[in-house]
């Protein structure tokens, strides 16, 4: 199983992601996780990534794909993963298209998480104050949210084009939720 998870900062992606895993038994890879992890451990690629993450922008794509084609190319994925957190622009659209070429094998399906902008930046200020990310205070989130839209929410319908996006609404109970995902994706 090949899975894409897509939606705004703060809609629940990662919550989400872990439970689909598990349930196709297959890794969660969360970009954004990664670049924290390399932040965390003062690796250069952390370095190379967290002034961007500070502003609430995109890391380059070149060093963005660079990361995933690394991640993808380890044995836990041989089998299948959940992308969740790229891609994010049209150029690691095309970025994934090549690694998935290259190894004969296609994407399984596309989730997007549709939630309301207010609720998630109010869900994104709070896991602030629980979670402490540096990229959660009010004025990155919205920069965030600004780069989703340009950036990312045009990818939802180049991937409806293509006939692999499935809609769940992402707002309500996190179990609810989980179930509208199960209930959309195959088998
Ligand atoms: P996330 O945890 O997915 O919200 O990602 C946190 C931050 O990591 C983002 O605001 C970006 O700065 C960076 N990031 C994560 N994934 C990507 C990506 N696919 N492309 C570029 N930057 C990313």
Redo the contacts with the bound molecule.
Sequence with gaps: MRLIIMGP?GAG??TQAARIAERYSIPAI????I??RNLAEGTPLGQQ?KT??DA????P?EV?NAM?ADRLAQPDARAGWLL??????LA?VDALDTILADASIGLDAVLELVVDAEVVVDRLLKRAEIEGRA?DNAETIRR?ME?YTTETAPLTRAYAARGVLTKVDGLGDIDEVTDRIFDALPG
Aim: charge should be negative; charged fraction near 30%; avoid cysteine.
């Design positions: 900062p992606k990662g969360s970009t954004g996780d670049f924290r990534a961007y993450m609430g922008e995109y890391v794509d963005t995933v969740d957190g790229y891609p994010r622009t690691q990229d965030r780069v």
